[in-house]
Protein backbone atom coordinates (compact mmCIF):
# COMPACT_ATOMS: atom_id res chain seq x y z
CA UNK A 1 0.00 0.00 0.00
CA UNK A 2 2.91 2.21 0.46
CA UNK A 3 3.19 4.94 -1.99
CA UNK A 4 1.45 2.59 -4.34
CA UNK A 5 -1.04 5.27 -6.86
CA UNK A 6 0.25 8.71 -5.60
CA UNK A 7 -0.78 11.27 -7.85
CA UNK A 8 1.55 13.59 -10.27
CA UNK A 9 1.58 16.50 -7.80
CA UNK A 10 4.01 19.70 -8.20
CA UNK A 11 5.28 21.24 -4.88
CA UNK A 12 3.17 23.51 -4.29
CA UNK A 13 0.17 21.10 -4.34
CA UNK A 14 1.69 19.10 -2.15
CA UNK A 15 2.37 21.37 0.07
CA UNK A 16 -1.63 22.93 0.40
CA UNK A 17 -2.33 18.72 0.85
CA UNK A 18 0.34 18.48 3.62
CA UNK A 19 -1.06 21.73 5.36
CA UNK A 20 -4.69 19.84 5.40
CA UNK A 21 -3.59 16.96 6.61
CA UNK A 22 -2.02 18.88 9.35
CA UNK A 23 -4.69 20.91 10.12
CA UNK A 24 -6.61 17.35 10.04
CA UNK A 25 -4.25 16.14 12.73
CA UNK A 26 -4.19 19.28 14.90
CA UNK A 27 -8.34 18.45 15.10
CA UNK A 28 -7.47 15.07 15.87
CA UNK A 29 -4.42 15.08 18.13
CA UNK A 30 -4.53 18.09 19.93
CA UNK A 31 -1.57 18.44 21.94
CA UNK A 32 0.13 15.45 20.71
CA UNK A 33 3.16 14.33 22.57
CA UNK A 34 5.25 11.33 23.15
CA UNK A 35 3.72 8.50 25.08
CA UNK A 36 7.28 7.55 26.69
CA UNK A 37 7.03 8.67 30.19
CA UNK A 38 9.68 10.29 31.62
CA UNK A 39 10.04 13.52 34.05
CA UNK A 40 13.19 15.02 33.53
CA UNK A 41 15.25 15.18 29.33
CA UNK A 42 17.85 12.67 31.00
CA UNK A 43 15.03 10.10 31.66
CA UNK A 44 13.37 10.63 27.65
CA UNK A 45 17.13 9.84 26.29
CA UNK A 46 17.18 7.22 27.94
CA UNK A 47 13.81 6.21 27.41
CA UNK A 48 14.10 6.86 23.61
CA UNK A 49 17.31 4.69 23.65
CA UNK A 50 15.29 1.59 25.11
CA UNK A 51 12.42 2.49 22.63
CA UNK A 52 14.69 1.42 19.43
CA UNK A 53 13.12 -2.15 18.04
CA UNK A 54 10.68 -2.15 20.71
CA UNK A 55 7.55 -0.68 21.90
CA UNK A 56 6.52 2.42 24.07
CA UNK A 57 4.86 0.68 26.40
CA UNK A 58 7.32 -2.71 27.20
CA UNK A 59 9.80 0.76 27.70
CA UNK A 60 7.18 2.39 30.05
CA UNK A 61 6.77 -1.32 31.99
CA UNK A 62 10.12 -1.20 32.32
CA UNK A 63 10.91 2.66 33.40
CA UNK A 64 9.65 3.07 36.57
CA UNK A 65 11.79 0.58 38.31
CA UNK A 66 15.08 1.28 36.37
CA UNK A 67 14.27 5.26 37.34
CA UNK A 68 13.92 4.84 40.83
CA UNK A 69 17.07 2.74 40.62
CA UNK A 70 19.36 4.95 38.39
CA UNK A 71 17.62 8.51 38.59
CA UNK A 72 19.64 10.52 36.64
CA UNK A 73 23.30 10.21 34.84
CA UNK A 74 25.53 9.98 37.87
CA UNK A 75 23.81 6.97 39.26
CA UNK A 76 24.15 5.54 36.22
CA UNK A 77 27.55 6.04 35.03
CA UNK A 78 28.06 4.57 38.62
CA UNK A 79 26.59 1.38 37.53
CA UNK A 80 27.60 -1.75 35.62
CA UNK A 81 25.95 -3.18 32.83
CA UNK A 82 25.38 -6.51 34.32
CA UNK A 83 23.28 -4.20 36.63
CA UNK A 84 20.76 -2.58 34.21
CA UNK A 85 20.26 -5.32 32.59
CA UNK A 86 17.23 -7.12 34.72
CA UNK A 87 15.57 -3.62 34.57
CA UNK A 88 15.21 -3.67 30.91
CA UNK A 89 15.09 -7.85 30.48
CA UNK A 90 12.15 -7.73 28.90
CA UNK A 91 12.93 -5.04 26.14
CA UNK A 92 14.99 -6.35 22.75
CA UNK A 93 18.63 -5.97 22.37
CA UNK A 94 18.69 -5.37 26.45
CA UNK A 95 22.44 -6.41 27.00
CA UNK A 96 23.15 -4.17 24.29
CA UNK A 97 21.45 -1.02 25.38
CA UNK A 98 22.41 -1.41 28.86
CA UNK A 99 25.78 -1.53 27.77
CA UNK A 100 25.17 1.95 25.75
CA UNK A 101 23.46 3.21 28.78
CA UNK A 102 26.06 2.81 30.62
CA UNK A 103 28.78 4.47 28.48
CA UNK A 104 26.26 6.89 27.72
CA UNK A 105 25.64 8.78 30.58
CA UNK A 106 29.02 8.64 31.52
CA UNK A 107 29.86 10.44 28.49
CA UNK A 108 27.48 13.06 30.19
CA UNK A 109 28.82 13.16 32.93
CA UNK A 110 32.31 13.61 31.73
CA UNK A 111 31.67 16.11 28.91
CA UNK A 112 28.08 17.72 30.05
CA UNK A 113 28.05 17.46 33.22
CA UNK A 114 25.54 15.24 33.83
CA UNK A 115 23.13 16.87 31.48
CA UNK A 116 21.45 16.50 28.21
CA UNK A 117 23.02 18.32 25.67
CA UNK A 118 20.71 20.68 23.55
CA UNK A 119 22.90 19.71 20.29
CA UNK A 120 21.84 17.64 17.69
CA UNK A 121 25.82 16.57 16.93
CA UNK A 122 26.75 15.98 20.70
CA UNK A 123 23.94 13.99 21.35
CA UNK A 124 24.90 11.84 18.51
CA UNK A 125 27.94 11.40 19.87
CA UNK A 126 26.29 9.06 22.71
CA UNK A 127 26.94 6.01 22.49
CA UNK A 128 23.50 4.05 21.27
CA UNK A 129 22.19 7.50 19.93
CA UNK A 130 21.67 7.88 16.43
CA UNK A 131 19.70 10.49 13.82
CA UNK A 132 16.32 9.95 15.03
CA UNK A 133 16.78 9.69 18.77
CA UNK A 134 18.60 13.04 18.90
CA UNK A 135 15.97 14.70 16.77
CA UNK A 136 13.55 13.04 19.16
CA UNK A 137 14.99 14.25 22.51
CA UNK A 138 15.46 17.48 21.37
CA UNK A 139 11.80 18.28 20.08
CA UNK A 140 10.09 16.78 22.78
CA UNK A 141 12.45 17.94 25.84
CA UNK A 142 13.55 21.27 24.11
CA UNK A 143 11.65 22.49 21.77
CA UNK A 144 14.00 22.22 19.40
CA UNK A 145 11.66 22.19 15.32
CA UNK A 146 12.42 18.62 13.48
CA UNK A 147 10.74 15.73 12.50
CA UNK A 148 12.36 12.42 13.58
CA UNK A 149 11.29 9.40 11.47
CA UNK A 150 10.22 5.87 13.03
CA UNK A 151 8.35 3.31 11.36
CA UNK A 152 5.48 4.86 11.66
CA UNK A 153 5.90 8.17 10.31
CA UNK A 154 8.11 6.68 7.55
CA UNK A 155 4.66 4.49 6.56
CA UNK A 156 2.48 7.56 6.62
CA UNK A 157 4.71 9.71 4.63
CA UNK A 158 4.75 7.08 1.65
CA UNK A 159 1.19 6.24 2.27
CA UNK A 160 0.05 10.24 2.17
CA UNK A 161 2.51 10.32 -0.61
CA UNK A 162 4.23 13.03 0.87
CA UNK A 163 7.79 11.38 0.45
CA UNK A 164 9.16 8.80 -1.49
CA UNK A 165 12.35 8.83 0.47
CA UNK A 166 14.30 5.42 1.85
CA UNK A 167 15.86 6.75 4.34
CA UNK A 168 14.80 8.18 7.88
CA UNK A 169 16.57 11.72 7.39
CA UNK A 170 15.84 11.95 3.47
CA UNK A 171 11.85 11.41 4.88
CA UNK A 172 12.06 14.04 7.51
CA UNK A 173 13.91 16.47 4.85
CA UNK A 174 10.92 16.08 2.76
CA UNK A 175 8.63 16.60 5.31
CA UNK A 176 9.80 19.62 6.63
CA UNK A 177 9.71 20.99 3.44
CA UNK A 178 6.05 20.78 3.60
CA UNK A 179 5.11 21.74 7.28
CA UNK A 180 5.90 25.54 8.82
CA UNK A 181 8.73 25.22 11.08
CA UNK A 182 6.31 25.56 14.04
CA UNK A 183 4.77 22.75 13.57
CA UNK A 184 7.15 20.22 13.27
CA UNK A 185 7.51 18.72 16.74
CA UNK A 186 3.84 18.42 16.85
CA UNK A 187 3.77 16.54 13.28
CA UNK A 188 6.22 13.91 14.26
CA UNK A 189 4.27 13.19 17.55
CA UNK A 190 0.67 13.32 15.26
CA UNK A 191 1.73 11.22 12.92
CA UNK A 192 3.14 8.76 15.04
CA UNK A 193 -0.21 8.49 16.98
CA UNK A 194 -1.95 8.42 13.95
CA UNK A 195 0.06 5.62 12.36
CA UNK A 196 0.03 3.93 15.93
CA UNK A 197 -3.79 3.74 16.30
CA UNK A 198 -5.26 4.59 12.75
CA UNK A 199 -2.81 4.05 10.04
CA UNK A 200 -1.75 0.73 10.99
CA UNK A 201 0.81 -1.25 9.20
CA UNK A 202 -1.31 -4.62 8.21
CA UNK A 203 -4.84 -2.89 8.31
CA UNK A 204 -5.55 0.77 8.35
CA UNK A 205 -8.57 1.74 9.35
CA UNK A 206 -9.26 3.95 6.47
CA UNK A 207 -12.78 4.33 6.51
CA UNK A 208 -12.37 6.03 10.34
CA UNK A 209 -9.42 8.06 9.21
CA UNK A 210 -9.70 11.74 9.28
CA UNK A 211 -6.93 12.14 7.05
CA UNK A 212 -8.99 9.87 4.39
CA UNK A 213 -10.15 13.12 1.93
CA UNK A 214 -6.10 13.87 1.55
CA UNK A 215 -4.77 10.41 1.35
CA UNK A 216 -4.18 9.03 -2.20
CA UNK A 217 -3.35 5.21 -0.49
CA UNK A 218 -6.86 5.43 0.85
CA UNK A 219 -8.94 2.26 0.71
CA UNK A 220 -12.89 2.52 0.38
CA UNK A 221 -14.95 0.14 2.61
Same mark, same amino acid.
Given at each position: ?? *?? *????? %????? !? ?8 ? &??? +??? %????? /? ?9 ? =? ?9 ? @???? +? ?12 ? /? ?33 ? =? ?15 ? *?? *? #?? $? +? $???? %? ?5 ? %????? $??? =? ?6 ? /? ?6 ? !? ?12 ? #??? +???? &?? /? ?5 ? $? =?? !? ?6 ? &?????? @?????
Amino acid at each position: ME *GV *GCPKE %GQKAK !KRRALAILEA &LKA +AYP %GAKTE /LKHNSPFQLLV =ATVLSAQATDK @SVNE +ATPALFARFPDAKA /LAEAHPEEVEPYIRRIGLYRTKARNLVALAKRLVE =AHGGEVPRDKRALMALP *GV *G #WK $T +A $TVVL %GAAFGVP %GIAVD $THV =ARLAQRLC /LSEAKSPE !KIGADLERLFPKED #WVF +AHHA &LV /LHGRYVC $T =AR !KPRCPACP &LAPHCP @SRREG
